[in-house]
């Protein structure tokens, strides 16, 4: 586990006890299901208020909170909105005897004047490619660094694929392909087929390269393999972001991360005597050899470094038998605040991503407080709004390290990223297959609203693998994911994700918000009064590092 150096001096320890975790070995499964466990709460009085969840949205969503970004005004109006909301709803603060977890993190600028060089050729930040970094230096020199592609950029013995054999890429920058080679063959046999893995993850690719000792990455966008248009790579990675800080400066973090633009790369290839979409053919291939480019890059990436600290914001339902055990329900509170144009600034205010998410967020807590008061529930329940997940999962990672709650005492994880705010319907989605038994919960969850479960649409965009319940899986905690970004909104991922238009709406029905919701808290119910602790399935990094906490 990374040792986070803190920038600040950091909040009070937990005063919460803390201690053990019960039965390492019980693996009995709940004898109420989820059909129960609802059928036990219909005549109880207790019902969501939509009215709330609109006021929610809206607030968050408002001009006022100027696009909810990291360290600015509007993330003190949503944290203290937040936290107040918990308060009045009767939970506990969850970060000791404050409702905020304080997040101590880096956020740097990248100057959007730069060129990059690579050969002959010239190319603009922001139209042609972006490049950003980790590392807390304030100037970065790309100097006659050689160009070589390799194809995926990946390395993974469980598959029998290593873009890297054979060459040695230290100080060098590497071109890469987006996603991996199952999404370009769709062969099943190949990787996982369409549904992309962990390692088709630009996050991945830039872990791997400044594994293999590269100076530079670019990865090459293409819409269909990315899952989304360049206009969402150039507004995420032009602006500020945000980091945590290791003891060392972030010095061992890939030098520069960058994309390139597809008319980039294929003028780069063109200049280099080659063909792309001849070489991105082979590249898919069992056995490819990475190609050195023969041409140099040079970049001069300068950025403006604040040292600052942002909040996640935790609240506590305790429960009562096993009171040390925690279920969790998530959602990121932040979004990408007010973004510089050439027409002048613009709020990027995220109603549905993920000011939805984080209202429901809060209307769970009312409802499940209330429901706790009629009947309370043997484990705790954990509401974490986390920070910065639109530049990193930021938040969750510091949270998933456990200076709270170490991940043996966190039972599962419920994470909500974006909701359906028209009418209901009659499908839920499920991300990832056969990844855990948080499945079956669901299944069974869903089928107890009269309700099918639809596999992700998308799976060659790796969602599972991008939004918060991630940081906790890699410290072996399962969950799932709700979201619901465009399937009942087809305009959603090219007109409005990620743009200014992601605007609140009175004409929402919410039925889909409403539905969604409890069917979370069906499932929350299930785990709160369960001694029962979820599986994973599949033998992977994340099954293992369960193991380590003996669960």
């Known amino acids: 586990m990374k040792k986070y150096a803190y920038l600040f001096t950091a909040f009070s320890a937990c005063a919460l006890a803390l201690a053990g975790c019960g039965d390492n070995t019980r693996t009995d499964t709940p004898s109420a299901t989820a059909a129960d466990t609802e059928k036990n709460h219909q005549s109880d009085g207790i019902s969501f208020n939509l009215a709330n969840v609109h006021r929610d ?64 050729l010239q190319f603009v930040a922001g139209k042609d490619f972006t490049a950003r970094t980790k590392q807390i230096k304030p100037r970065i020199n790309l100097k006659d660094s050689e160009l070589v592609f390799v194809g995926y950029g990946i390395n993974a013995p469980e598959y029998q694929w290593n873009d890297y054999a054979g060459v040695d890429v230290k100080g060098k920058t590497v071109v890469m392909l987006v996603n991996d080679p199952g999404f370009a063959t769709q062969d099943d046999k190949l990787f996982t087929g369409n549904a992309m893995t962990y390692y088709g993850r630009w996050t991945y690719k830039y872990e791997e390269a400044a594994r293999q000792g590269a100076s530079a990455v670019f990865i090459v966008h293409e819409t269909d393999a990315a899952g989304y248009p360049w206009g969402v790579v ?43 979409q001849a070489l991105k053919a082979k590249a898919k291939m069992r056995g490819f050899k990475a190609v050195p480019l023969a041409l140099q890059a040079n970049l001069t990436l300068n950025s403006k470094i604040e040292q600052a600290a942002s909040d996640n914001v935790v609240a506590l339902l305790p429960g009562t038998e096993l009171a040390d055990e925690y279920v969790v329900i998530s959602a990121h509170w932040d979004h990408l605040g007010i973004k510089q144009t050439p027409k002048g600034p613009k709020i990027h205010n995220g109603a549905v991503d993920n000011a939805s998410g984080t209202a429901a967020t809060l209307e769970l807590a009312r409802t499940l407080m209330a429901r706790s008061k009629v009947s309370p529930f043997k484990r705790s329940l954990l509401f974490v709004n986390f920070t910065a997940e639109e530049t990193g999962l930021i938040g969750s990672e510091l949270f998933a390290a456990g200076g709270l709650y170490p991940s043996k005492q966190l039972v599962a994880v419920l994470n909500i990223d974006g909701m359906n705010p028209s009418d209901s319907v009659d499908y839920i989605l499920q991300y990832g297959q056969g990844m855990s038994e948080m499945e079956q919960y669901l299944s069974e969850a869903a089928k107890a609203q009269g309700r099918k479960v639809k596999m992700d649409p998308r799976p060659q965009n790796g969602l599972f693998f991008r939004s918060d319940h991630f940081s906790l899986a890699k410290e072996g905690v399962p969950g799932l994911l709700f979201m619901s970004l465009g399937d009942t909104d087809p305009e959603y991922i090219s007109h409005k994700y990620h743009k200014e238009a992601d605007d609140y709406s009175p004409d929402w ?4 918000v409403e539905q969604d919701m409890a069917l979370l808290q069906a499932i929350a119910l299930k785990l709160a009064n369960s001694d029962h602790w979820p599986k994973w399935l599949a033998d992977s990094d994340f099954k293992k590092r369960r193991a380590l906490d003996g669960r």
């Open 57 to 120: 949205i809206k607030t968050l969503a408002s001009d006022e909170f100027g696009g909810r970004g990291p360290l600015s005004e509007g993330e003190t109006l949503t944290t203290g909105y937040l936290a107040k909301a918990y308060q009045q709803a009767g939970l506990a603060p969850g970060a000791g005897e404050s409702y905020l977890q304080q997040v101590p993190m880096a956020k740097l600028t990248p100057s959007q004047d730069m060129l990059l060089q690579l050969g002959d």
């Open 234 to 276: 150039e507004s995420s990675n032009t602006g500020s972001k945000f980091t945590l800080v290791d003891d060392n400066n972030n010095s061992e973090m890939l030098p520069v991360m960058g994309w390139l633009q597809l008319a980039a790369t294929e003028q780069l290839f063109a200049g280099a005597g080659m063909d792309y």
């Open 509 to 512: 029905s919410l039925g889909g």
